[in-house]
């Protein structure tokens, strides 16, 4: 006994001299006052409404961007920035002196920020009387679930309209652009969550994403060109594409063009989006 009690004592003071050695570390984490999902909740809605609205009656004009009114909405820098990005990717001119700009745009917001709600199959979490005869209870029943949802939704409601800075006439509106953002959390006995949703490539669990067959993956194309997620190059010009013809001797020869011709948009899988100068 006594010289297995020293064999442990030496191979405790080896450990700590080696630990004492080599360093210990710890590491420290925290949490944001406000969580990620709901951050990209609301941007992500924003990203939606904004791409819904369409700049192009303005393209080529001088603008000034008034954007006193959004200063009390939620996240208001994001959405004027956002705004501001949409009306340069459309062709607008925009200028930072009121007095030298052709058109106001003028925007509102009527809606920014996030909702959720909870679905429970099973037994919910109950809190017991605390008797002096039951002291050795636990205060309450822990919640059992056989399957449980939590819906999560960012919401963004926008409306911009444009009159002359001159005169006051109006220009041109653009309605009521509304668009919502989701994350859906899901567990089946106790298993999860599946995270799912707009803010989400696919569907993940525990962290991983889960791939779907090539032949299930759809996108929806926006009607708008100029896509705010995607990069994008504004070139003055573009040449077409070079032109072959065959000459008498049946050889293959390129025929240049004479003048470059404005560049259409379009997407390519190998690059940005190539879109027309303002």
């Known amino acids: 006994m006594k010289r297995n009690s020293a064999a442990t004592l030496a191979v405790v003071a080896c450990a700590a001299m080696l ?3 080599t360093g210990c570390g710890t590491t420290r984490t925290s949490n944001t006052l406000r969580t990620a999902t709901e951050q990209l909740l609301i941007s992500d ?22 954007d006193r009114h959004l200063y009390d909405v939620v996240d208001d820098a994001y959405l004027i920035s956002t705004l501001r990005q949409h009306l340069l ?12 700009a052709t058109f106001i745009v003028e ?5 920014i920020g996030t909702d959720n709600d909870d679905l429970l199959f099973g037994i919910p979490q109950t809190n017991l009387p605390q008797i002096t005869l039951l002291a050795g209870l636990p205060p309450a029943i822990p919640e059992i679930p056989i399957a449980k949802r939590r819906n999560q939704r960012g919401v963004a409601k926008i409306a911009v309209f444009a009159y002359r800075r001159d005169s ?3 220009a041109w509106q653009s309605g009521i652009a509304t668009s919502e953002s989701t ?11 599946f995270k799912r949703g707009t803010i989400h490539e696919g569907t993940s669990f525990a962290g991983d994403k889960i791939t ?37 001797e049946g050889e293959i020869q390129q025929v240049a063009l004479e003048e470059p011709v404005a560049a259409t948009p379009m997407a390519t899988a190998a690059g940005p989006s190539v879109l027309p100068p303002p």
């Open 89 to 100: 990717a459309s062709g607008c001119i925009l200028k930072e002196d009121r007095e030298q």
């Open 19 to 21: 630990c004492s050695s």
């Open 183 to 193: 994350s859906n959390d899901t567990w089946i006995l106790g298993a999860g969550p």
């Open 45 to 66: 809605a924003i990203d939606r409404a904004v791409q819904e609205i369409d700049f192009t009656p303005l393209a080529g004009k001088d603008v000034f961007f008034d």
């Open 212 to 248: 779907k067959p090539r032949s299930a993956r759809q996108s929806t194309p926006s009607k708008q060109v100029v896509q705010l997620r995607q990069e994008a190059i504004f070139p003055n010009t573009i040449s077409r594409p070079p032109v072959l013809a065959q000459d008498a």
């Open 168 to 170: 006051g006439e109006p």
């Open 107 to 111: 925007s509102r917001a009527g809606a």
